[in-house]
């Protein structure tokens, strides 16, 4: 299903997805004009998704009420949701809570301004209720979050895994990334790449449990630290931690905080770290435990000796300085490459960095997406710049590129009463951009007789963002300030 530009009137339901390798694509016919879909009740969510190996892609949702969530995945494997944007969005921007799942991949999204947690995967009580497995997230960007709750930028309930890597997170009420663990030590997160920072309540970055490795990542201070490990409600799962290569500064609250459970015989590690107590109350780097690895980090208490310009956050290693040089080889986790994805050293550097002597560093960081705000050097090319952003592969994993098939097209009617248009029927077999054959694209009481994987009243139902009445006027409105704010970059 192709959805031309415009603001396109909810709830929608996708119930008949694709095969696998061949997903059934819920799309925006042009990714660089606005195509919303926009949902004012409070009896659904946004989008409910009931079926596997679907695609959602180029679209943007909110504001929404308290509560209804954007993208709800009741049910299914190997949905992605790629290059969408959420904006004020009332309840869980994407949340995957209701059954196991297997295969997510949340990719490019931008989050502004929610006013509930980003991202929730898996189920609070794990595996025993639901858990969400073998997931990726990457390169997102989430931008302020508030809530009457916590206010996570991103959450990993009980006993879900995967990967999270290469996003960027700020100026959350909650920790920017929680993850809280397993008993299961086969079921591993990986958090790699992130810049995360500013938690108002919390730590920005909180591992509640193992097992988890977590390297290469800038942590920009938070309430009560920047980086904690800590116990989650005592279930016993500080257990296979590693803290690899990541760069730490701590404001309010210390750089990096470990609890009692920090302990020997536990396989946890804290190796190459670079921390800096800009501010507030430290220490910067808890003391060393007998029988836990805690080799190469380096407290920076001279910033100057460790970053070309800490507090303007330039935070490349200074030439000759001491996390070129102050450096240890891990014990139980690999540390084969660095925030820019270049090959490491032996010992690598201290940090997130490993500083290539022939190139200049990205300079100072911004809030951005990575990939195209920190102008990462590539080892030998002499230049720096951003990663390429067309077909992008995540830690080998290529994403995206699917196939297109037989498209439906659904676009805006041109009358203020939402009147529906019967979109073309797709007549693939499954694959290509189209969520079945015969759906009905109106207004949200418009029916069809096949429903096509589009239900909840015929499915994502179309109305003239030039509509007459207040509340569209409102929803354009701040779609455009949001436009402004996607093509605004600021300082860390």
């Not at 195509?35 to 596997?52: F, Q």
């Not at 790629?82 to 931008?110: H, L, M, P, T």
């Not at 560093?361 to 705000?373: A, D, M, N, R």
């Amino acid at each position: 299903m192709v959805l031309l530009p415009g603001m396109h009137t909810g709830p929608c339901k996708l119930s008949q997805g694709g095969m696998p390798g061949e997903p059934k694509v819920l799309r925006s016919q042009d990714p660089d004009l606005l195509t919303a879909i926009v949902y004012d009740g409070n009896s659904s969510n946004v989008i409910d998704v009931a079926s596997s190996d679907i695609v959602i892609q180029g679209l943007s949702f909110g504001p929404s009420n308290q509560a209804i969530d954007a993208i709800k995945i009741k049910s299914g494997d190997r949905i992605t949701i790629r290059d969408n944007n959420f904006f004020q969005v009332g309840g869980i921007s994407i949340s995957a809570n209701a059954s196991d799942s297997k295969g997510i991949e949340i990719i490019g999204n931008y989050f502004k301004d929610l006013k509930a947690t980003g991202i929730y995967l898996g189920c609070h009580a794990g595996m025993g209720e639901c858990a969400a497995i073998d997931f990726v997230i990457a390169d997102n960007l989430i931008d302020g979050v508030d809530s009457a709750a916590v206010g996570y930028g991103l959450e990993i309930k009980l006993d879900s895994y995967g990967v999270i890597r290469d996003n960027v997170i700020d100026d959350t009420k909650g920790p920017g990334i929680e993850i809280y663990g397993s008993v299961d030590l086969s079921r591993k997160n990986l958090v790699e790449g992130n810049i995360v920072g500013g938690s108002r309540n919390n730590s920005s970055l909180e591992i509640g449990g193992g097992p988890v490795l977590v390297r290469n990542n800038i942590v920009l201070g938070g309430a009560a630290s920047a980086l904690q490990v800590y116990d989650y409600n005592k279930s016993g799962h500080v257990h296979d931690i590693q803290l690899l290569g990541n760069t730490v500064i701590g404001d309010q609250g210390p750089a990096v905080q470990v609890g009692g459970s920090w302990m020997a015989e536990k396989s946890l590690e804290m190796t190459g770290n670079a921390v800096w107590q800009e501010s507030g109350e430290g220490p910067a780097l808890p003391a060393p435990v007998v029988g836990v690895v805690m080799a190469g980090n380096v407290d920076c208490t001279d910033p100057a000796e460790c970053w070309v310009d800490a507090a303007g956050r330039d935070l490349w290693p200074t030439p000759g300085g001491r996390l070129l040089v102050e450096g240890a080889l891990p014990e139980l986790a690999e540390l084969s490459d660095d925030f820019c994805h270049n090959e490491r050293g032996a010992p690598p550097h201290v940090g997130a960095f490993e500083r290539l002597e022939e190139e200049n560093g990205p300079g100072p960081l911004t809030i951005g997406f990575k990939k195209t705000s920190i102008a990462c050097p590539v080892a030998g090319s002499g230049t720096t710049g951003g990663e390429t952003t067309g077909g992008e592969t995540t830690g080998g994993e290529t994403t995206g590129g699917e196939t297109t098939g037989g498209e439906t097209t659904g676009g805006s009617t041109g009358s203020s009463g939402g009147a529906s248009t019967t979109a073309g029927t797709g007549t693939g077999s499954g694959s290509g951009d189209s969520m079945g054959s015969g759906a009905t694209v109106g207004s949200a009481t418009s029916t069809s007789g096949d429903d096509g994987g589009l239900s909840e009243g015929g499915g994502c139902a179309c109305s003239s963002a030039a509509r007459g009445d207040r509340e569209g006027l409102m929803l354009v409105l701040s779609w455009g300030l949001l436009g402004v704010a996607l093509r605004r970059r600021r300082p860390v």
